[in-house]
């Protein structure tokens, strides 16, 4: 079983509308929750990293949250550009090993104009 | 500019026929990983190395090999392909120490093996 779960696995939405992707996680001990953006045909790009003692970290219009207490972060995009349009996938590291990471099978969000 | 390269960006061969896929960074990072991607499946961790003659196993390893003779090259190699193994491939390295570092990865290598 994925110790990553996303959701949804996929999302359309309007130009200039907000919308949230969530992540919950089993993985313990927890290192840090991260967000990476996928292009298609390209590799993921890092967008935000969080540890234990951080809740809330922005970059630009996306905005990622963890309540370490629920094993559960989300990421809220505001305002969507067409650029957007990617994969969005949630690693979660475990505090044990530095290889441990655990990933989350991402979620394809779709913004139309 | 900082980046990883993989080569090739698209491969399509045969059953049994030995390839290697080639990785490169030129961030001086001591962390390179390989991982496949499927649908459905998300990224899955094939090898990674944690410096120079270092390398260990990650979740999907059989039927591949890697070697790390030096610090910014980490080839991925497929001695007897397999049906299987068509999928997705990422090359990604970092700062040791993967705590608080993110992971570049480069774009990709489809391979599709018939």
């Known amino acids: 079983k994925n110790q990553v779960e996303q959701s949804p696995q996929s999302l359309i939405i309007l130009e200039g509308k907000n919308c949230t992707l969530q992540c919950n996680y089993t993985v313990s001990p927890f290192s840090n929750l991260r967000w990476y953006k996928q292009d298609t045909g390209r590799g993921p790009v890092s967008l935000t990293i969080?540890?234990?003692?951080?809740n809330t970290k922005s970059n630009g219009r996306y905005t990622a949250t963890l309540d370490a207490d629920t094993k559960q972060s989300s990421l809220h995009i505001t305002a969507s550009q067409l650029s957007d349009s990617a994969s969005y996938i949630c690693v979660v590291s475990a505090g044990n090993n530095n290889n441990d990471m655990r990933f989350g099978a991402g979620t394809r969000l779709t913004v139309k104009p | 500019e900082a980046q990883v390269t993989q080569n090739p960006r698209y491969l399509i061969t045969v059953t049994g026929k030995k390839l290697t896929v080639t990785c490169s960074q030129n961030m001086n990072h001591e962390y390179m990983s390989w991982y496949r991607q499927d649908p459905g499946l998300g990224l899955r961790q094939i090898y990674y190395s944690m410096n120079v003659e270092v390398t260990d196993k990650g979740d999907v390893p059989e039927g591949y090999k890697v070697s790390r003779k030096e610090k910014r090259n980490f080839p991925l190699i497929l001695e007897s392909p397999s049906p299987n193994q068509t999928s997705l491939y990422f090359c990604a390295s970092s700062l040791l120490g993967l705590g608080n570092q993110p992971q570049h990865f480069g774009d990709g290598t489809r391979l599709s093996i018939l």
């Open positions: 969080m540890t234990f003692s951080e």
